[in-house]
């Protein structure tokens, strides 16, 4: 019988420390109430309650936790179908609010974050949709953010997973990308060949400078090469005469002039003299000696 006792006894005081011992788990805040009435959020670690009288109503995890937005047809602003899927996430910071506020604050979240999302989707174009994604997540985030402070959560971000536009639209999207593709394209063929068209009258222009910058030096080079041959004959018959009168001052060269100005005399008369096979023979020969004796005059003055 005292067994019995102290059994029942020793089961009481283990059910009496289990009352009244809690243990929460970091990162977790627990809600006790009070005969019903919300008395006191316990911290992570040891906490100790009346057992009988206190009881944990709600466990919070404090986690950011993500939720998965179920997907939804949003009508944009020219019309379209657009089905919309996305991922919110979150986080309770008041374990009180999210305990008393909201009979189901994830529910309510999702909610409002179908109804934010064909809002902001109704707002926007079809195209746009796709191109202004982190708009929408934030018009989305700012919206909920607002509610979703009574029910004690805070929502961190809102990420678009995908946007699905019907068939039709997405056949008509790809040929408008095939033929924008295609487009450019053409612009790129018609630039190369607008380009190698350039670079080809480049090159001729260049050759045709090239080649006159060529004709001009041969012309400057045949030039000066005419006159330094011009020059050096002139030279070389200014010498020669230069010889040919220091000769003359020689003894005997006034003979030697007279002998070799008579030969020229008669080699001149001997090639005036042939035409037409007919010889012509001066009225009077005497004239040579005339002739000779003129030009001995003219080389004394020169002398």
């Given at each position: 019988?005292?067994?019995?006792?102290t059994?029942?006894?020793?089961?009481?005081?283990?059910v009496?420390v289990?009352?009244?011992?809690?243990v929460?788990?970091?990162?977790?805040?627990?809600?006790?109430?009070?005969?019903?009435?919300?008395?006191a959020t316990?911290?992570?670690?040891l906490?100790?309650?009346?057992?009988?009288?206190d009881?944990?109503?709600?466990?919070h995890?404090?986690?950011?936790?993500?939720?998965d937005?179920?997907?939804?047809?949003c009508i944009?602003?020219?019309?379209?179908?657009?089905?919309v899927?996305?991922?919110?996430?979150?986080?309770?910071t008041?374990?009180?609010?999210?305990?008393?506020?909201?009979?189901?604050y994830?529910?309510?979240?999702?909610?409002?974050?179908?109804?934010?999302?064909?809002?902001?989707?109704g707002?926007?174009?079809?195209?746009?949709?796709?191109?202004?994604?982190d708009?929408?997540?934030?018009?989305?985030?700012?919206a909920i953010d607002?509610?979703a402070?009574?029910?004690g959560?805070k929502?961190?971000?809102?990420?678009?997973k995908?946007?699905t536009?019907?068939?039709?639209?997405?056949h008509?999207?790809q040929?408008?990308?095939t033929a924008?593709?295609?487009?450019r394209a053409l612009?790129?063929a018609?630039?190369g060949r607008k380009?190698e068209?350039i670079n080809i009258?480049?090159?001729?222009?260049e050759?045709?400078?090239?080649?006159s910058e060529g004709?001009?030096?041969?012309?400057?080079?045949?030039?000066?090469?005419?006159?330094?041959a011009?020059?050096?004959?002139?030279?070389a018959?200014?010498?020669?005469?230069?010889?040919?009168?220091?000769?003359?001052?020689?003894?005997?060269?006034?003979d030697a002039v007279n002998?070799k100005?008579?030969?020229?005399y008669v080699?001149?008369?001997?090639?005036?003299a042939?035409t037409?096979n007919?010889?012509i023979?001066?009225?009077?020969?005497?004239d040579?000696?005339?002739?000779?004796a003129?030009a001995?005059?003219?080389i004394?003055?020169?002398?």
């Amino acid at each position: 019988m005292l067994g019995s006792v102290t059994l029942v006894i020793f089961f009481l005081a283990i059910v009496f420390v289990v009352q009244t011992v809690k243990v929460v788990p970091q990162q977790h805040a627990w809600v006790v109430e009070r005969l019903g009435k919300y008395h006191a959020t316990l911290a992570p670690g040891l906490n100790i309650v009346v057992p009988f009288i206190d009881r944990v109503a709600y466990k919070h995890i404090l986690k950011e936790i993500p939720l998965d937005v179920p997907p939804q047809v949003c009508i944009t602003k020219d019309n379209t179908q657009l089905q919309v899927d996305g991922i919110l996430y979150f986080q309770i910071t008041d374990p009180m609010r999210a305990s008393y506020g909201s009979s189901n604050y994830i529910a309510a979240i999702t909610q409002l974050a179908q109804t934010t999302l064909r809002s902001v989707i109704g707002k926007m174009e079809l195209d746009k949709t796709f191109e202004e994604r982190d708009h929408i997540n934030t018009a989305i985030v700012s919206a909920i953010d607002e509610s979703a402070e009574n029910w004690g959560v805070k929502v961190l971000r809102y990420e678009i997973k995908d946007l699905t536009p019907p068939k039709e639209i997405l056949h008509a999207m790809q040929a408008q990308i095939t033929a924008e593709r295609e487009k450019r394209a053409l612009i790129a063929a018609s630039e190369g060949r607008k380009q190698e068209q350039i670079n080809i009258a480049t090159g001729e222009r260049e050759a045709a400078i090239a080649r006159s910058e060529g004709e001009k030096q041969a012309s400057i080079n045949g030039a000066e090469g005419q006159a330094a041959a011009i020059l050096a004959i002139a030279e070389a018959s200014a010498e020669a005469i230069r010889k040919t009168a220091a000769a003359i001052q020689q003894p005997g060269g006034e003979d030697a002039v007279n002998l070799k100005v008579a030969e020229q005399y008669v080699d001149a008369f001997g090639k005036l003299a042939k035409t037409n096979n007919s010889i012509i023979v001066p009225a009077n020969l005497s004239d040579m000696s005339g002739l000779i004796a003129s030009a001995l005059q003219v080389i004394k003055q020169q002398k």
